[in-house]
């Protein structure tokens, strides 16, 4: 609320990146799966708390509900139209996630050819199953602050 206190502490910045690391993995979901265009209004409770005194905190508790059940839905494979709407309209109404999804994981300063490049003969390491040399690439990717996730899928990779 805006008459309360803010805390500002590195414990706090940290707690706020990954706040925004996962509003961001869930615009990558979004953008790997065709979504419609959806008319649609915020939440009632995003409304409500925004009427309540523009309480902006309840505001944004409403918006990481909204993305805990879009991920929910997107990992049974149901159909997520208007979750994805109401979230991205919201992210819209704080200027959140403006960034490419690339760009906020990768950094503009990292050679991604480069880790392309190593991911890929990690993944040829994998197959053959030389997990010694897996294991020091990704070992050597770690060392540059690059964070490596399995999928299904395939290898993703971010900056730490």
Not at 28 to 47: C, D, G, M
Not at 63 to 77: M, P, Q, S
Not at 103 to 108: I, K, R
Not at 131 to 153: H, V
Request: glycine fraction near 4%.
């Amino acid at each position: 609320h805006y008459r309360s206190p803010l805390d500002y502490s590195d414990m706090a910045l940290d707690v706020a990146k990954a706040g925004l690391d996962r509003l961001y993995e869930t615009k990558r979901r979004l953008a790997e799966i065709v979504q419609e265009k959806t008319q649609t209004s915020f939440p009632e409770t995003f409304s409500d708390a925004l009427n309540d005194d523009f309480n902006t905190a309840e505001a944004i508790a409403v918006l990481f509900e909204t993305c805990r059940e879009l991920n929910k839905a997107l990992n049974k494979g149901e159909k997520t139209d208007v979750l994805a709407a109401q979230f991205l309209a919201m992210t819209d109404f704080f200027g959140l996630l403006t960034q490419e999804v690339s760009d906020w994981f990768h950094g503009e300063d990292v050679d991604t050819t480069q880790i392309e490049t190593l991911i890929k003969a990690r993944d040829a390491a994998k197959k053959t199953r030389d997990f010694s040399q897996a294991d020091a690439i990704r070992d050597t990717l770690t060392n540059q602050g690059i964070i490596l996730e399995d999928s299904a899928e395939g290898t993703r990779w971010k900056k730490a």
